[in-house]
């Protein structure tokens, strides 16, 4: 269940220099592999923890993948889609 408006859903947000906040993520994707969040006015994007509940990560830049692996991910993916429906 979603909070109140004034007391938005918050998780914990381990940032690249070390730090954790917690924060409210915003513009999730819709498969749920990434979102932004605003610490001290500077939008960090993020990307879930694989081994905590509400936890994410921020996505540094040596941690993004180019545009190539992101069509080729999207063609796997599709592909499996397909396949599962018929």
């Known amino acids: 269940m979603s909070a109140p408006w004034n007391q938005p859903d918050v998780s914990t ?3 690249a220099d070390g730090r954790v906040v917690q924060a409210e993520v915003n513009g999730k994707s819709i498969d749920g592999t990434s979102g932004s ?9 993020v990307a879930p923890e ?3 509940a509400d936890a994410w990560r921020e996505i540094t830049d040596d941690q993004s993948i ?8 999207h063609a796997l993916t599709r592909f499996d889609a397909e396949r599962d429906t018929h």
């Open 66 to 73: 180019g545009l190539e692996e992101l069509a080729e991910w």
């Open 50 to 52: 694989p081994d905590q």
């Open 13 to 15: 947000i381990y940032l």
């Open 37 to 45: 969040v605003l610490v001290e006015g500077r939008e960090i994007q």
